[in-house]
């Protein structure tokens, strides 16, 4: 299989090659000679004209038919690669397609994340002053509430005294109820 492929390639550069040499200058000039000579010969007695004739007519027919089959090759291998030109185009534009909506896809989320950073900003002005205000109000409830503990500390002494009397003063009142009670 791999010698058919190689064999195959091989008589496609061969007529390839024959296609680009007719369509060139040096072509012309030689098919020129060519026919020019073949003219030549009956004139100088050389061949007779019939004989020209037949020959110059089947050499140019089988030209003729070997050209066209190098050029159909041709254009065959040129439009198997024009195909493929073509699907490619074609995977390439699905793909842009596909990147385009991928963009779009980004742009919305980048869209949602503005708004998300915008509404965290604002989040965080409104917590910088509420924590402004609680400091401010830390300051002067420091103030007040050291002030508190000041008076409270030199109050619990006094306090202790009055829980002791009120503790007596009950345990009295609670005696004279049992007695009651009891009469």
């Not at 000679?33 to 140019?60: A, G, Q, Y």
């Not at 915008?118 to 830390?138: A, T, W």
């Amino acid at each position: 299989m791999k010698k058919e492929t190689e064999k195959i390639d091989a008589l496609e550069k061969i007529a390839n090659g024959i296609t680009w040499w007719v369509g060139s200058i040096p072509s012309l000039i030689a098919h020129t000679l060519f026919f020019t000579t073949s003219f030549l010969l009956p004139m100088l007695n050389i061949v007779e004209f019939d004989k020209m004739l037949l020959i110059l007519t089947t050499v140019v027919s089988l030209e003729a038919i070997y050209l066209a089959i190098f050029i159909q090759m041709s254009v065959n291998k040129s439009h198997e690669k024009i195909e493929d030109i073509q699907e490619d185009i074609e995977e390439i534009s699905e793909d842009i397609e596909d990147i385009q909506e991928d963009i779009e896809e980004i742009s919305e989320d980048i869209e949602e994340i503005s708004e998300d950073i915008e509404e965290i900003n604002e989040d965080i002005e409104d917590i910088q002053e509420d924590i402004e205000e609680i400091n401010e109000d830390e300051d002067e409830e420091d103030h007040n509430e050291r002030a508190k503990n000041v008076i409270l500390k030199s109050n619990v002494n006094s306090n202790k005294n009055e829980i002791k009397a009120l503790k007596d003063i009950i345990s009295q009142l609670q005696t004279e109820i049992d007695q009651l009670k009891k009469e």
